[in-house]
C-alpha cells in the first residue's frame, strides 16, 4: 500500500472524486440519484450526501410516508404469506425468499435501500483506494453473534473465501470476478474446463477489525455488492459446523432467531432472549412469521383478506384489481429492474446462426408483451437486460419491429419454410410469465416461426432452467445494471444460463464497473448494451413494476425493488 493510501485512510480525508461529483452536482451535469449513490460509494455518509443534495437543489429530501411520522409501537407480530423454502447455505440461495428469512438472524456488511443508496451496516465504514483498486472495510466493534462471540475481520475473511471457492458455487463469483483468476481445472467428470478462483492475497487481515480487498481492475460498486442476498456473513465456523442455518441461527447477528421452521409451512423469528444485546437499532416487532400459503397468489390474498396474515411477498398482477378494492387493504407498487427474460443459448441449433436469434429479436413486439402480459405496468426494454431505473443504464436508439426483415433472415438462413422451436416457462412468479410467451408466439408466428409453448411446475422449471435452450427466467432487481451483467453474463460465472461469453463484452464490463466519471460510464454502458443486443442472446421485452399488499394495520412497510425485507422500522399499529 502507498504512502499517500495510508494518509488517505489515517486521516479519514473524503475521497478526491467526492468534490469533483459536488461541483458537477452543482452544475446540473450529474443528477441528484447519481450524486446519492456514487458519493456514498466513494465513503461519504448517507447524512452528508443528502444534506448537501438537499442544501443545494430544489428536489425533495428523501421521501419519508406518513407512517413514519406516527408514534411507532414496540412489540407485536408481522405475519407473511411467502414461500418458506428449502434453506441451507446463504451462500449459494438462488431465491429472495430464503433471504428474506435469513436476514432477520445474518446479516450483511452494508445495506442498500429503496432508494438505491448504499450504507454502513456490519462495517461501520469503508474507504476506496484513489484507483479505486483497494477497498478497505473497518467492522463494528461489539458486534455478536447469536452464539455470544463477536464478530471480526476473521469472519468476514472466512466468508469471502467461501464465496470464491469454485466447489460451493456462489453467484458472488460473478460479483467479485475483480478478485478472481481463471486456471485449468476438471469437471466432476473429469473433463478439462476453466475454473476461476481467488487470488491468493486479495484478501487481507489488517487488524482485528479491519479487511482490505485488493481487486486486479478498478471496481466502483464493491460496497453494493457486498449486499447481494448470497453475501450473508455468517460465523466463521459455520461450514465447519454443516452450512446449514435452519439448524445453527445462532451463527447470525440479527436480532433475531429460528424458533420453528418446516419447508412449506411456516418460519417464525423471534427476538433473541438470553441476554443477546443486539448492536443496532432494536426492531420493533417481537416476532416474525413467514406462514406458506403456496405458489398461488391467490391464496395469499384471500389469507389477508381473512385476516389470517398481514402482508404477502407480491401480489400477483392478475389479483390487482380485487386487492384496490378490499377493505383495509393497501397496495404497495415500485418500477424496478425485475424482468422475465427469455434468453437464448446461442452455441446450439438453429440458434447458432445468428441471424436466427435476430429474427426472433426483430419479429418480437416488446411494447405489445408489456402492455399485453403485464397490464402496461413498467417500462419497455432493449434486449441488453439494463433498465432504465438504474443509473449506470445508457438509452440506445429505439428497437424496431420489422417482421419483414426476420422472414428474410430466416429464409437467408435456410428456415424460408418456416421454423418450431420450443420456449419453456415455469410461471415460477406468476401467470405473466406464460401470457408474456404467448405474446412472443403470436409475435414470431407472423414471421413463420412456430413456438411450442412449455409450460413446466415451478419446481421442475428449475431443474432445468440453465439447461434449455431457450427459457423465460425471472430475474430480480440489481440496484446497477453492471451489478446484473456480472451474474448473468460474464463469462464462466455459475447463473449465466445463456452460455455467454464475449472477450469484448467482459473487457467493457470490467471498465465500466471501475469508472466513476457518470458520462464517461454511460459511454461505456451504451457499447456493454450495444454488445449484447447485438449478439441477440435474449428478448427481454419489459422491466416489471412490482406489488404487495398489506393490511393498513401494518405501518412503515414500504416496497424494495429486489423484493427484500428490511423490516427493522415496521411495526402494528393494533
Not at 185 to 201: N, Q
Not at 389 to 405: E, F
Not at 516 to 539: C, G
Request: with cysteine.
Amino acid at each position: 500500500m502507498t504512502k499517500t493510501k495510508m494518509d488517505h485512510e489515517k486521516q479519514g480525508r473524503v475521497h478526491p472524486r467526492v468534490a469533483d461529483l459536488k461541483n458537477k452536482f452543482l452544475k446540473g451535469e450529474v443528477d441528484r440519484r447519481e450524486f446519492l449513490r456514487t458519493t456514498t460509494l466513494l465513503g461519504l455518509s448517507a447524512a452528508a450526501a443528502y444534506s448537501f443534495t438537499d442544501t443545494f437543489s430544489n428536489e425533495l429530501p428523501s421521501l419519508i410516508s406518513s407512517a413514519e411520522a406516527a408514534t411507532p409501537k414496540k412489540g407485536g407480530t408481522i405475519r407473511c404469506a411467502m414461500q418458506v423454502q428449502d434453506m441451507s447455505d446463504p451462500a449459494v440461495y438462488d431465491w429472495v425468499e430464503k433471504s428474506n428469512v435469513t436476514r432477520q438472524m445474518a446479516e450483511y456488511l452494508t445495506i442498500t435501500g429503496s432508494d438505491n443508496v448504499t450504507r454502513p451496516y456490519l462495517a461501520e465504514k469503508w474507504v476506496p483506494s484513489d484507483d479505486l483498486k483497494t477497498w478497505t472495510f473497518h467492522i463494528r466493534k461489539g458486534v455478536k453473534f447469536g452464539n455470544g462471540d463477536e464478530l471480526t475481520a476473521d469472519d468476514v475473511i472466512v466468508n469471502i473465501k467461501r464465496w470464491l471457492d469454485p466447489n460451493v458455487g456462489s453467484s458472488m463469483v460473478g460479483m467479485l470476478n475483480t478478485m478472481l483468476k481463471e486456471e485449468d481445472g476438471k469437471d466432476k467428470d473429469g473433463k478439462a474446463i476453466k475454473v476461476k478462483r481467488m487470488i491468493e492475497g486479495s484478501v487481507e487481515k489488517v487488524d482485528t477489525y479491519t479487511v482490505r480487498i485488493h481487486l486486479n481492475s478498478p471496481d466502483l460498486s464493491i460496497p453494493e455488492k457486498m449486499y447481494h442476498y448470497p453475501a450473508v456473513i455468517m460465523h466463521r465456523s459455520f461450514a465447519e459446523k454443516g452450512a446449514n442455518i435452519t439448524k445453527t441461527p445462532d451463527l447470525g447477528t440479527g436480532p433475531y432467531t429460528l424458533a420453528e421452521f418446516r419447508v412449506g409451512e411456516i418460519a417464525i423469528l423471534k427476538r433473541r432472549g438470553g441476554g443477546f444485546k443486539y448492536w443496532g437499532e432494536d426492531p420493533l416487532l417481537d416476532e416474525i412469521h413467514y406462514i406458506d400459503t403456496g405458489q398461488d397468489s391467490a391464496a395469499s390474498l384471500a389469507a389477508l383478506a381473512s385476516g389470517q396474515v398481514d402482508t404477502m411477498y407480491v401480489l400477483d398482477l392478475t389479483l390487482l384489481g380485487a386487492a384496490e378494492t378490499m377493505p383495509g387493504v393497501k397496495v404497495h407498487e415500485v418500477t424496478t429492474a425485475q424482468t422475465g427474460c427469455m434468453r437464448i443459448q446461442a452455441e446450439r441449433a438453429p440458434y447458432k446462426d445468428i441471424r436466427v436469434r435476430q429474427a426472433m429479436q426483430l419479429a418480437a413486439d416488446n411494447e405489445q408483451m408489456l402492455k399485453t402480459a403485464h397490464q402496461g405496468r413498467g417500462m419497455v426494454a432493449e434486449n441488453h437486460h439494463v433498465c432504465g431505473c438504474q443509473p449506470d443504464y445508457a438509452p440506445l436508439p429505439k428497437i424496431k419491429r420489422n417482421v419483414g426483415k426476420a422472414k428474410q433472415l430466416l429464409a437467408d438462413a435456410g428456415h424460408g419454410g418456416g421454423l418450431d422451436i420450443t420456449c419453456n416457462v415455469g410461471n415460477t412468479n406468476g401467470q405473466w410469465e406464460t401470457d408474456q410467451v404467448i405474446v412472443l408466439k403470436q409475435n414470431l408466428a407472423e414471421a413463420g416461426i412456430n413456438v411450442n409453448v412449455n409450460v413446466m411446475p415451478a419446481a421442475q422449471y428449475w431443474d432445468v432452467w440453465d439447461k434449455a435452450d431457450f427459457s423465460l427466467t425471472v430475474w430480480t432487481h440489481r440496484p446497477l445494471g453492471t451489478m446484473l451483467l456480472g451474474v448473468a453474463y460474464r463469462t464462466g460465472v455459475p447463473w449465466n444460463e445463456a452460455k455467454y461469453s464475449s472477450k469484448e463484452f467482459d473487457d467493457l464490463l470490467t471498465q465500466a464497473e471501475s469508472t466513476v466519471d457518470i458520462n464517461k460510464r454511460h459511454k461505456i454502458m451504451a457499447k456493454v448494451e450495444k454488445r449484447l443486443q447485438d449478439d441477440a442472446i435474449m428478448i427481454q421485452p419489459y422491466f416489471r413494476s412490482v406489488m404487495t399488499a398489506a393490511s393498513d394495520k401494518v405501518q412503515n412497510l414500504g416496497i424494495h425493488p429486489t423484493n427484500y425485507h428490511q423490516w427493522n422500522k415496521v411495526w402494528i399499529d393494533s
